[in-house]
């Protein structure tokens, strides 16, 4: 790989390696946009260290200070934290463009803490950027101009998809596409449990529900199909699926994942404030 074939070409300081920051790194490596010689991960734990230089050819830092200067600083940190860790770096981040994915963190909040005239992007990510499936929210701040903006947005693609909206989405989003891999999880895991109840081993009945899980994804995406007219495609008069369908409504589950994101959104505002 070369430096004309680079989509990112700059520095990348990512502050935090947990399995959000590790997730990202590994996408935005497995994608080719940026050298892994140009990547610093701060982390303060050794073990955890040890591993991402060992998986991904990084280099590490025990902490955020030696990891800048940085083009971009990418802040992979849970957001009862990132007050405290922005403000430690603040004087070192002059001149760079900050990223944040902590979830109800707000741009403004952050600028607050920074040089003046900082530029911060907020992102949220899913886990599913590990391979390459990623779903990501991104939104700039006072400072950011539309090109910076859309230079996160090229990286965060690269993981999987990713799409600009204003930052007073952002908390829906979260409840949404970031929580989402929870949610689908526990789907994957109650048809699995399901299955076994009636005879199928652990694995064909997992296997058969996130197959299907992801056979019905790639469906919705490629062809722009209403979810309700699945429904009612898969849905023969007086069969097994109309029967399985009205179970499921009686137990209201669009209810439940409809009160589910009304709590992540709560959440995201609780931890903004």
Partial sequence: MTEDTLRYPGT???IGGGRMGEAILGGLLKSG?????????????????????AEFSVRVAADGAAALPADTVLFAVKPQVIDDVVSALSGRLGGSLVVSIAAGISC???EASLPPRTAVVRVMPNTPALVGAGMSVVSGG???TAEQVELVCGLFASLGEALVLDERYQDAATAISGSGPAYFALVVDA???????????RSVAQTLATQTMLGTARLLAETG??????VDGV?????????????LEARAL?????????????????LGS
């Avoid at 048809?191 to 081993?201: N, T």
């Avoid at 409809?258 to 959104?265: D, L």
């Fill in 142 to 144: 006072s400072e950011a």
């Fill in 191 to 201: 048809l699995a449990r399901a299955g076994v109840r009636q005879g199928l081993a």
């Fill in 108 to 110: 403004a909040r952050l």
């Fill in 12 to 14: 990348l300081a990512v």
């Fill in 254 to 270: 669009r209810a439940a994942f409809g009160e589910a994101v009304a709590a992540g959104v709560k959440r995201a505002k609780e």
């Fill in 235 to 247: 849905s023969s008069p007086g069969g097994t699926t109309i029967a399985a369908v009205e179970a």
């Fill in 225 to 230: 199909m209403h979810p309700e007219a699945l």
């Fill in 33 to 53: 946009v940026i050298a892994a010689d140009r990547i610093t991960v701060a982390e303060p734990d050794a073990a955890r260290r040890a591993v991402l230089e």
